[in-house]
């Protein structure tokens, strides 16, 4: 599907996420998307996050003029470095949520190794030695970890910077590795933490269920109110901070041999009806891809 929202949007939207949800404050943190044309949209230097709009993104075309009634944010350096480094990226996302700065201040990574869901999302997480904010030569370690195929990495007494082939992507990742971050601390409050082994992740794809699809007829009015009802719970369930964007797989029985669930790879903050997929004598409907739970 194609994304069809202005960059400026996407970030401010995404901006006012995270700033909810105090994954960063008022000063910190910046998000950037790499446009068609090379353009690095980017949030800007000196604005409060928790007030963003549209107009105060910062746009840098690929000659380095920059758009905007702002400077782009001071840490411009590292985007634009990363950007270089994997041209398969074009969103990424650096804040300080506080399980992930305690992770850096110590020196450390969260093992993502801890879930099948968040080794599969976010990968090996990577570590990028200290250098001053702002800085080439902090751009310069980064953008080095990300070159060695690393998509989420951790910023020595810093924070983190995750990037993604699209700005769902890279919040996903974000997201779940925070979560990653904080179950971690409060499991070791409790004793000691037990990793996935290597060869139970191995396992994470081969779990994938490829069912046989069919079409449809017109959904009933039951059909339609179960959906938005489903798609109600699910959403208050992400803004209570009981689930991730990405976690969490939720199905609600329709008929005698059929089902609705969630789908994956779906934002469960705005999922909507469309989004789901039914289950019908065991078989699912054309497009969408089930929950791995189905």
């Known amino acids: 599907m ?9 970030l401010v939207r995404a901006m006012a996420r995270i700033y909810q949800y105090r994954m960063t404050t008022t000063s910190g943190g910046n998000l950037s998307i790499r446009d068609d044309d090379g353009s690095i949209w980017i949030t800007p230097a000196r604005v409060d996050k928790g007030a963003l709009d549209a107009a105060d993104i910062v746009r840098v075309r690929p000659d380095g003029n920059v758009e905007g009634r702002h400077r782009p944010s001071s ?21 300080h949520p506080v399980a992930l700065v305690a992770f850096s201040i110590c020196g450390a990574v969260p093992d993502t190794r801890l879930f099948a869901k968040a080794r599969d999302v976010c990968g090996e997480v990577g570590f990028a030695p200290y250098a001053l904010p702002g800085s080439r030569k902090l751009g310069e370690h980064i953008a080095g970890v990300f070159a060695e195929g690393h998509d989420c990495v951790m910023l020595e007494n810093h924070g983190v910077v995750i990037g993604g082939a699209d700005f769902d992507e890279a919040f996903r990742k974000f997201e779940t590795l925070e979560f990653v971050a904080k179950t971690i601390i409060k499991a070791r ?70 089902f609705l669930i969630s789908t994956r790879f779906t934002d469960r903050a705005t999922i909507e009806p469309s989004q789901l ?13 089930p929950s791995r739970a189905c």
Do not use: W
């Not at 046989?212 to 179960?226: C, V």
């Not at 997929?277 to 891809?289: F, V």
């Open 2 to 10: 194609r994304d069809l929202v202005h960059p400026a949007d996407n």
């Open 75 to 95: 840490e411009f350096p590292f985007h634009e470095l990363i950007y270089q480094a994997r041209p398969d990226l074009r969103a990424i996302v650096h804040a």
């Open 189 to 258: 409050a409790l004793g000691e933490v037990r990793y996935l082994s290597d060869a139970e992740v191995a396992r994470i794809d081969q779990g994938d269920l490829e069912m046989e699809r069919f079409d449809p007829a017109p959904a009933t009015s039951r059909e339609r109110e179960l959906r938005r009802e489903l798609c109600k719970f699910i959403r208050r369930g992400y803004h209570q901070r009981l689930l991730t964007a990405n976690a969490g797989s939720f199905s609600a029985r329709l008929g005698d041999d059929e």
């Open 277 to 289: 997929a039914l289950i019908r004598g065991g078989k699912c409907e054309a497009g969408p891809r």
